[in-house]
């Protein structure tokens, strides 16, 4: 949030200094249009003589001047992001693989479960319906049935005794089964919030860039190297060039600005109206996108506050140090309570 909100105000200067330049007093304000003028025609003839064709547009050529000294960090940055982005999307597709085994295996555990039951049911009417024929025998003939009755107490114990150790054995199989589906769905959606975190980041540098990936930020970056190498060639090859850059630059001295260097890279904003209107267009969207992103993290801020609140009435020993805690990040981030705890 500090980055972006120091990002905010600068791009609020920018907007600031569009609003000097074009409110300058007639005469300096033509000075300068014709000093950038120049500066154009020069650059436009140098380039057309060396058959250069940059490929960075102005929007990325502009955004990364203002962060030139940051962008191997930057790059890197987003490079370990994307890198951090698969390894998340991979872990959510392995849990959600283990999601599935347990959902599978706590649904085939119910169905064991059903069949023993019915088998249970079948054995016992058949054990008891033997024992009657066998009670009967008994009683309606001589022989001793006393040996099978064992041999049939016997088998049926043994009977009962598989099942119960069956029917213990699916009983703590499908609590497993419940315990690491549970498992699975817990780190699965703390995998999820991972994954949105990281993506949101990915996208704002995209979006802000103007690119689809680290590797074409780099590409860009070689671009923008290559041009302030191209422009270095040029002011060392072209004495009108060197004359007419120092006097911008001496003109811009005199103006109060926040920044005077970035204009030496946007003469045609000076010399167009319509350029110095896209710049602030682009200014005003990324300024909007920035605003649109402090609010997003206030908002995420917010609510683990107000989490917090609900667990300082849970966790009352915890309560003064979380309530220093609290303190700081409502002092960092402007953030207050949505509804009172109890103290």
């Given amino acids: 949030m500090e980055r972006q909100k120091t990002e905010y105000r600068i791009v609020t200067k920018y907007l600031n200094d ?37 490929n960075i547009s102005d929007t990325q050529f502009s955004v990364i001047a203002e962060e030139e000294d940051e962008m191997p960090q930057i790059i890197r940055r987003l490079s370990t992001d994307e890198k951090y982005q698969d390894k998340v999307k991979r872990d959510m597709n392995y849990l959600e693989g283990e999601k599935s085994r347990w959902e599978i295996e706590k649904e085939n555990l119910i169905y064991q479960k059903k069949i023993l039951h019915k088998i249970s049911m079948a054995v016992l009417v058949m054990f008891v319906t033997i024992m009657i024929l066998l009670f009967v025998l008994m009683s309606a003939s001589e022989y001793d049935l006393t040996t099978v009755l064992l041999v049939f107490f016997l088998i049926c114990a043994v009977s009962g005794a598989l099942i119960y150790f069956k029917q213990n ?3 703590k199989r499908s609590h497993i089964s419940v315990i690491r589906l549970n498992q699975a769905i817990s780190v699965l959606n703390v995998q999820r919030m991972k994954y949105v975190n990281v993506t949101n980041g990915i996208e704002f540098q995209k979006d802000k860039y103007k690119i689809q990936s680290a590797a074409e930020l780099q590409y860009i970056w070689q671009q923008y190297m290559d041009t302030l190498r191209d422009q270095e060639r040029y002011k060392k090859n072209n004495q009108d060039l060197q004359f007419f850059n120092e006097k911008l630059v001496r003109l811009l001295s005199k103006i109060d600005l926040h920044d005077r260097k970035i204009w030496i890279s946007q003469t045609n904003a000076l010399v167009n109206k319509e350029d110095m209107a896209e710049v602030r ?18 908002s995420i801020i917010q609510n683990e506050r107000d989490e917090i609140d609900r667990l300082m009435i849970e966790h009352q020993h915890y309560l003064p140090e979380i309530q220093e805690i609290i303190k700081s990040v409502d002092k960092l981030c402007g953030t207050t309570a949505r509804s009172s705890s109890s103290t």
């Fill in 281 to 298: 267009h682009s200014l005003v969207v990324r300024r909007q996108k920035i605003r649109a992103r402090i609010d997003e993290n206030k």
């Fill in 169 to 171: 054995d699916i009983k």
């Fill in 18 to 54: 569009i609003k000097t330049i074009e409110e300058l007093p007639t005469e300096i304000g033509s000075d300068l249009r014709n000093t950038a003028s120049r500066i154009v025609e020069l650059e436009e003839a140098l380039y057309n003589s060396k058959g250069i064709k940059r």
